[in-house]
């Protein structure tokens, strides 16, 4: 399943990067793809196609910016344009699903910026619960004993490019 796509900084969305519904916007794509519409054609294309609405992140001290322009594009198109924004800043994660997080990292450029990991984390049973049976765990959990451990798995991806434009799909 495709769950990410960093968007390229142009007016035009390809096609068969429309089910990727989680866009991370990093470096200078925060300028031009957000002045030439692409994020908005994006979003507008799966509106179109009556796909599920995106999830679009954005550094946090643009959030407001992003959301005003959205407001314009709607304007202008005369449509919804439904998403999701999220304000994102460097340091704080996001949750992906599937045991993907997406870590906002920080990037040197003149315009608000940043980048991106993308690990994985995995739940395992603590060894003291080993070989108990699941009833038993169950009722711990129950109880409020935290019988997991949260293990952070290896690096997928880390991003911090100024053109790319790409569709990842994570097992």
């Known amino acids: 399943m ?3 796509f960093f968007i390229y900084s142009s007016a035009f969305c390809k096609k068969s990067l429309l089910d990727s519904h ?12 957000l002045c030439e519409g692409g994020v908005a054609m994006y979003v507008a294309t799966r509106g179109l196609y009556k796909m599920k609405p995106p999830t679009v992140i954005v550094p946090k001290c643009i959030k407001e910016t992003v959301e005003k322009l959205f407001e314009v594009y709607k304007q202008l198109d005369g449509s919804e344009l439904k998403h999701n924004l999220i304000g ?13 997080r997406a870590k ?4 040197y450029h003149v315009i608000p910026s940043q980048g991106y990991l993308i690990y ?4 395992k049973l603590k060894a003291e619960y080993l070989g ?4 038993d765990i169950k009722n711990l959990k129950d109880s409020g004993v935290e ?12 991003f911090k490019f100024s053109y790319l434009t790409a569709g990842f799909k994570f097992n």
């Open 120 to 123: 994985s984390v995995r739940h």
């Open 147 to 158: 019988v997991q451990l949260n293990v952070f798995s290896y690096l997928t991806a880390g």
């Open 22 to 33: 989680l866009v991370l916007m990093v470096y200078r794509l925060v300028k031009l793809c």
């Open 2 to 4: 495709k769950v990410a």
């Open 132 to 135: 108990l049976p699941g009833k």
């Open 104 to 107: 906002a990292f920080k990037t």
């Open 88 to 100: 994102l800043d460097v340091g704080e994660t996001y949750d992906m699903g599937k045991g993907l």
